[in-house]
């Protein structure tokens, strides 16, 4: 049974940091490609960051340049460094995994497992 965890949501004010977690169990962690995805109210959900096994990345492009993702395979957890954070990143932030990371015009990863609870961003003044 695949489990994911998300933590480090919060709010913020516009241009702050928030640092978000997210702890896999249940699965081969170092295997699968790891991703943030976000949603929130009124849309659909969004990859926002992947990263592959080897450790190379993608971003959305509303979050490039601000947000970093990471992963410690020992750990079993994937990391999102939000910095400059803007009101339009307020949403519910999910971690998932795939098989693939896709890049450019075709960005997106397929997720694997079900969703977990997520974790509550809200970026206002």
């Known amino acids: 049974q695949v489990q994911l965890v998300e933590s480090g949501g919060g709010l913020v004010q516009p241009g702050g940091s928030l640092r978000l977690s997210c702890a896999a169990s249940g699965i081969i962690f170092n295997n699968y490609v790891m991703g943030w995805y976000r949603q929130a109210p009124g849309k659909q959900r969004e990859l926002v960051a992947g990263?592959?096994?080897?450790?190379?990345?993608d971003y959305a492009n509303s979050v490039k340049g601000r947000f970093t993702i990471s992963r410690n395979n020992a750990k079993n957890t994937v990391y999102l460094q939000m910095n400059n954070l803007k009101p339009e990143d307020t949403a519910v932030y999910y971690c998932?995994?795939?098989?693939?990371?896709?890049?450019?015009?075709?960005?997106?990863?397929?997720?694997?497992?079900?969703w977990g609870q997520g974790t509550q961003v809200t970026v206002s003044s």
């Open positions: 998932n995994g795939g098989t693939t990371l896709y890049s450019g015009i075709w960005y997106r990863m397929n997720p694997l497992w079900s």
């Open positions: 990263i592959r096994s080897g450790g190379s990345t």
